[in-house]
């Protein structure tokens, strides 16, 4: 059952990315923007303390807060790299990664157990995400050099978050660690309002999400808060490394809609492709779809 749970989140989350870059490109709201909602939206969980709410040790409370605000420096720099590259790129090299570093974060904090079998995904995983990033040859211009390297920050930050919200459910209920955690995010905004420049963005960001823009806006956002919700629940039933491996699903799906965007309406999200990219992403989605499927049969 909590495979097809996972399943459904990044299926949401896949569109989320969708309508974000979209967003990105034409509405302009800036990646503090987007970090700064997510995380001030976060406090309306505070509406659940009456259904589950129970003081945690201070050490397990400073974990949750820390994770949830992890998570939104994750989104942070996941939009900026974003705003940068495409999203058949940034997405799938985070996805890529993020099951890498799980395994490395879970084998020292968790103390799960690494097979043989799971090496080779993770090897698998790798040459999916080197086909991935091919653009015309193997050598990365700068621009693309610095958003890939913003995507693995984003990537290491994702990883750590969700071995943290792993682990707060090994140690209280669902609802109280989405409730600590999602308490986390809203003091990781902080960050930003400490900065005159990125407030400004977060104050912009509520003024296209309540102006004619603000439907698309807020769908966006809305197929990305179910998603990880959904995915949040996910965590409390399965392994961190293998939910992090199957957004695979999201990949396949994102390829496509670039591809079909690319040929009917180049301009909607940005895309462009040549025939060797699209063979080379194809391999790619096919070795990252081959290490998913490893992972998820361990």
């Not at 990781?188 to 960001?205: E, I, R």
């Not at 491996?245 to 990949?251: I, N």
């Not at 079909?260 to 080379?280: N, Q, V």
């Amino acid at each position: 059952m909590w495979l097809w749970i996972v399943l459904i989140a990044h299926l949401l989350n896949a569109l989320s990315f969708v309508v974000s870059k979209f967003i990105l490109g034409h509405i302009q709201v800036k990646p503090a923007g987007y970090a700064g909602i997510i995380g001030i939206a976060s406090i309306v969980v505070t509406a659940l303390v009456p259904w589950g709410f129970s003081p945690l040790s201070f050490g397990s409370a400073l974990i949750a807060l820390a994770t949830g605000a992890v998570f939104i420096w994750a989104v942070y720099f996941f939009f900026v790299a974003l705003d940068s590259d495409e999203v058949s790129t940034v997405v799938p090299v985070i996805g890529a990664t993020i099951p890498v570093i799980t395994l490395i974060f879970a084998a020292i904090f968790l103390r799960e157990r690494l097979s043989f079998s799971l090496y080779v995904a993770v090897g698998v995983l790798i040459i999916g995400t080197i086909c991935m990033l091919w653009k015309g040859g193997m050598k990365l211009r700068g621009a693309r050099r610095q958003s890939l390297r913003v995507a693995v920050i984003a990537a290491v930050l994702f990883a750590l978050s969700s071995i943290g919200m792993k682990y707060i459910f090994n140690h209280t209920d669902v609802i109280n660690g989405f409730i600590w955690t999602r308490w986390g995010s809203v003091a990781g905004v902080g960050v930003f309002l400490l900065s005159p420049v990125q407030k400004k963005y977060v104050k912009d960001a509520f003024r296209v999400l309540f102006s004619k823009s603000g439907l698309v806006f807020g769908l966006g956002e809305s197929f990305g808060g179910a998603g990880f919700i959904v995915l949040t629940y996910a965590l409390s039933l399965a392994s961190p490394t293998v939910i992090n491996a199957l957004q695979g699903v999201q990949y396949a799906l994102l390829l496509a809609i670039a591809i079909l965007g690319w040929i009917f309406k180049p301009d909607l999200l940005k895309e462009s492709f040549t025939r060797r990219e699209i063979i080379f992403k194809t391999i790619g989605i096919v070795c990252i779809g081959i290490g998913v499927w490893v992972i998820a049969g361990l």
